[in-house]
């Protein structure tokens, strides 16, 4: 009688257990992201647990995300949130994505650094890839201090970025990110580069300024090296620059399609028209084809360039003015059949 009174209750405690050994591995062990590919969250500095919770939300199954709530709340997980760009992989179960996000086992990312014109608008295309704010990136950007710390000005530090692609953590800060920008930059100028720069009596600094004014001149790279070349004559007999992307600099104006006398007087140390050498700095973040133009000029006695009247986006190059004004003509005659003021 005993016997059975016990298998009585022994049946259902089992079932019991059953279910709830189920209920938790449902909620834990399963699969935690309801989509077939890796997806990502992203947490910042002010979150909080409920707001982690939303985000997770677009992402985990209703089952997991619960899970999920309960060992946060069980491991006091809004007291210890950590920011970062986390993966969640198909397959993961609840345990594994809260361990990753509870960890701070974040993913890093893939950034490129891109050709940009202004650093405002460099501290923008960064900032849809960082956790940076890009008001605080432009601000640095413009701060002399913050510029020397780094051994440049708000001139030159442009020169500093080489438009490569860098495994980084989203959430970097602002100095931790400059001081990788730092290494990267010392790693590209290998002592090959300074030496070619060296001989050429430029400093990198100088040789990102011309290669960013070539890079506005073209986007043919096969003929930078002849711009390089022709620059680099004008430098050397001290005639000025006459750059017209440097004029669009200078007037902040980069839709001019036609550089008239008057855009020649705006007074500015960009104006290489008005101005013998080198701006002060780069008019954008230089190209490596650009920068390794400069380095590996074609010699030649050209002083002058004109593009080409076909709309090639390459030039006529001529020794003499008188040359040159031929093949300025048949330039502006172009622009004016295709009406382009």
Not at 135 to 156: E, I, K, P, R, V
């Amino acid at each position: 009688m005993k016997r059975n009174k016990a298998k009585f209750y022994l049946i259902p405690a089992c079932l019991c257990l059953a279910g709830i050994v189920a209920i938790g591995y449902y909620h834990f062990f399963t699969a935690f992201s309801k989509h077939a590919d890796k997806q990502y969250v992203y947490i910042d500095n002010d979150d909080t647990a409920d707001s982690v919770y939303a985000k997770l939300e677009t992402v985990a199954t209703s089952h997991a995300l619960t899970g999920f709530r309960t060992m946060a709340r069980h491991f006091d997980y809004n007291d210890n949130i950590r920011p970062g760009r986390y993966a969640i992989v198909p397959g993961a179960n609840t345990i594994d994505v809260f361990r990753i996000i509870r960890n701070g086992r974040q993913e890093p990312l893939m950034l490129t650094i891109p050709e940009c014109r202004t650093m405002p608008q460099l501290a923008a295309r960064l900032s849809t890839k960082l956790m940076l704010d890009s008001a605080t990136m432009a601000q640095a950007f413009t701060d002399n201090a913050f510029c020397q710390q780094l051994g440049y000005d708000t001139a030159t530090i442009a020169s500093l970025f080489v438009p490569n692609t860098y495994e980084i953590y989203w959430n970097t800060n602002l100095d931790k990110f400059m001081q990788r920008m730092v290494k990267e930059h010392d790693k590209f100028w290998t002592e090959e580069r300074r030496k070619k720069a060296s001989n050429l009596g430029l400093t990198p600094v100088e040789v990102c300024t011309m290669a960013s004014i070539i890079d506005e001149e073209t986007a043919n790279n096969s003929e930078k090296p002849m711009i390089a070349g022709m620059y680099l004559n004008r430098l050397k007999t001290g005639m000025p620059l006459q750059a017209d992307p440097t004029v669009k600099f200078a007037l902040q104006d980069f839709s001019l399609k036609r550089i008239y006398h008057n855009h020649l007087t705006v007074d500015s140390p960009y104006n290489t028209y008005k101005n013998i050498g080198l701006p002060p700095g780069p008019i954008k973040v230089a190209s490596i084809k650009g920068i390794d133009a400069v380095l590996n000029r074609v010699q030649h006695n050209y002083l002058y360039m004109c593009a080409k009247e076909d709309f090639s986006g390459t030039h006529n190059f001529a020794v003499t003015y008188q040359e040159h004004l031929k093949n300025a003509a048949r330039y502006s005659e172009a622009l004016n059949q295709r009406g382009i003021k």
